[in-house]
């Protein structure tokens, strides 16, 4: 292949509603991006799955298990939607963003937003996988040991389980 043949990539860039996304794929976009690529960015948000409450449903029965909807006595379908449709705009929101980000800095870039629901570590790992991408980036909140024995490692799960490679790019500490 010579090497000014422009290649073709698919980069899966996991973006939420931090910071540490944003400057991932900003990262990406001037670092990992060819100008004259024919790369396609993949901008990936997970959408986090709703609260469960061990509560009664409407029926004045216990849900079957944890994963079927709660919409009773609890929260009325009105607080439900009310909930969805501010978790849609949420992720409207930081597609935008994301999208907005990437047209900055190299103007024509194929995107190819996507937003999925679930857990963000089993998301972007499914969706790695399932769209058999060349790369995946990500954005690393900088936790300390003590906050990802806690809270876990988005990040370190999706290196150690996707089978593309990774790139997880830590913000600069402001000064």
Not at 51 to 59: F, I, K, R, S
Not at 130 to 140: H, N, T
């Amino acid at each position: 292949m010579a090497e000014d043949e422009a290649t073709e990539r698919r980069i899966l860039v996991a973006v939420d509603e931090g910071e540490e996304s944003m400057y991932a794929l900003s990262w990406c976009m001037k670092n990992v991006v060819n100008r004259v690529s024919k790369d396609t960015i993949i901008l990936l948000y997970s959408k986090p799955n709703r609260p469960v409450y061990p509560a009664l449903d409407g029926t004045g029965r216990r849900a079957r298990h944890l994963l079927e909807p709660m919409e009773g006595y609890l929260f009325s379908s009105d607080i439900m939607a009310t909930m969805d449709k501010y978790s849609n705009e949420v992720a409207d929101c930081v597609i935008e963003k994301a999208k907005r980000l990437c047209r900055e800095v190299v103007p024509d870039v194929k995107v190819d937003p996507r937003v999925e629901n679930g857990d963000p570590r089993d998301v972007i790992c499914q969706m790695a996988d399932k769209l058999g991408v060349d790369m995946l980036v990500m954005g690393s909140h900088g936790y300390g040991l003590i906050q990802r024995a806690f809270l876990g490692s988005v990040s370190n799960h999706c290196a150690q389980n996707v089978k593309c490679p990774v790139l997880i790019v830590k913000r600069p500490k402001s000064t």
